[in-house]
């Protein structure tokens, strides 16, 4: 990939406590929601993800009112994809959230949570008919990314004898100016059907026997610090809404208009929420008047902005190199395996080390993992203290896309994770031994 993040090395070297989440307490060491993260190493091992209930609650808290107060109607689908961890799930089907899913596996794990039927929607640029047939007996939304799904949703829906209630995703064709990666708007992009097809997926739809239109989709992207891709996002697809209205005589009940808010990691200038419903919402609701549309449920898809910063990653340093031509090498015992993302520089992560919280000198030290690939870097040139043998990491703010894609490169079994309630850590996800390493695997 040719391009990076560009980072403000100053603000992301600077750890700025968040009362009553991550602060430092007496000992000098790094504690999250009121529990030390050293005692946490101790009782539960390294690598170790640490969950807090409380921030879980609180960011989907924060979106929902965000949100409501533009449009009363709005829902929060949490995407599934950034942490399917059970634990969150269930929290936040507690809460109130509706679910995104993009997999038979994903709609499975709504399913086991509770979430009703008609609170999920299917998305995906990839459906296998297992999980259409599924989504359409659990009533749930399915939006259809082409021309051939529809064929296929319709022939399931046939079969199970059961209308799908489906949606089209559109591509309005916007760039969010994100890292490439993360752009799923762009005219070369695989997800949905061109803005310019649209009216023609839809007619094709409304002849569909076994389907019912019930909604649109769009996801433009991920990681969008920058508010404005959205108005015109929201803006071009309530044009087509219109449309719809106006020359197929089409009315939705659900306007999807996707996920993306970016992480506020704390060396980032992330809008607030109000400045995201804005952007989103006002065109929805100026474009219904002036198309004279019916109310509807409008529906954002948020995942890396309610999960990501609930979780700090411990680390333990087991080997640290000082070269003589002055580079510095910290290894600690998970990288790419547990963090993938960081060391392909997709996100960045602020890194502390909780058991010297209080030293002031400071020196420059690459962080890598214990992977046998040279790209195994969690992060280049952070101001840390003298680390040593023992000394243990937090990679901040790690909750989104980190525990989804774990991986077993070079057998290191999979981590544990915590999930910290009123102040008491429990297990809600146990350390892998050894023998997990060859699971399903036969030995011939
Ligand atoms: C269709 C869809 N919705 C929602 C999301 C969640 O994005 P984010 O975690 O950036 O909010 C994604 C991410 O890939 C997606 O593809």
């Known amino acids: 990939m040719s391009e990076e993040i560009i980072i403000d090395e100053a603000r992301l070297n600077q750890f700025v406590p968040e009362p ?26 390294s690598p ?37 961890i059970l634990a969150a799930l269930r929290i936040l089907n507690e809460e109130g959230a509706t679910a995104e899913v993009i997999s038979t596996g994903e709609l499975f794990l709504a399913r086991i949570v509770g979430v009703k039927g008609g609170n999920i929607v299917l998305n995906g640029c990839y459906k296998d008919r297992k999980g259409i047939r599924l989504a359409i007996r659990m009533g749930a939304v399915i939006n259809v990314d082409s021309f051939h799904e529809l064929d296929m949703v319709d022939e399931e ?6 209308p799908a209630r489906i949606g089209i995703r559109i591509n309005p064709i916007v760039r969010t100016g994100t890292l490439s990666v993360w752009e799923t708007a762009l005219d070369e992009s695989k997800f949905g059907i061109r803005l310019e097809k649209g009216l023609e997926a839809y007619k094709k739809a409304k002849n569909l026997k076994n389907v019912e239109i019930v909604g649109i989709h769009t996801h433009i992207g ?9 108005r015109v996002a929201s803006t071009r697809i309530m044009n087509f809404v219109g449309d719809l209205k106006e020359k197929l005589d089409i009315d939705l009940e659900m306007v999807d208009l996707g996920g993306g808010i970016a992480i506020p990691f704390k060396y980032i200038d992330r809008a607030p929420l109000e400045e995201y419903a804005h952007a989103i919402l006002d065109p929805f609701v100026q474009k219904k008047e002036e198309h004279g549309l019916g109310d509807c449920d409008v529906v954002i898809e948020p995942g890396g902005s309610i999960i990501g910063t609930s979780t700090i990653l411990l680390v333990t340093v087991g080997t640290v190199k ?12 998970g990288g790419a395996n547990i963090n993938l993302r960081a060391t392909q520089g997709w996100y960045v992560y602020q890194s502390v080390c909780c058991n010297k919280m209080k030293e002031t000198k400071k020196e420059v030290i690459n962080v890598a993992g214990p992977l046998c690939y040279a790209g195994d870097v969690l992060g280049y040139n952070r101001e840390l203290p003298y680390l040593e043998e023992g000394d243990v990491l937090a990679f901040l703010d790690c909750g989104a896309y980190t525990m989804a894609i774990l991986n077993r490169y070079n057998s290191y079994p999979f981590p544990a994770a915590v999930l910290i309630k009123d102040g008491v850590p429990r297990i809600i996800k146990r350390r892998e031994a050894m023998t997990d390493l060859f699971m399903g695997e036969e030995l011939i």
């Open 222 to 230: 991920s990681q969008i610090e920058n508010t404005d891709p959205y």
């Open 157 to 162: 829906a046939s079969r199970v004898g059961i």
């Open 48 to 84: 170790l993800y640490v969950m807090s209930e409380r921030r879980i609650r609180e960011n989907y808290r924060n979106l929902v009112k965000a949100f409501t107060a533009v449009y009363s109607r709005a829902k929060v689908a949490y995407a599934y994809k950034a942490n399917p």
């Open 20 to 45: 009553g989440y991550v602060e430092v307490n007496q000992k000098g060491h790094l504690q999250v929601d009121g529990v030390d993260c050293m005692d946490l190493r101790n009782q539960f091992g």
């Open 322 to 333: 000082r070269e003589e031509s002055g580079k510095k090498w910290a290894l600690v015992d």
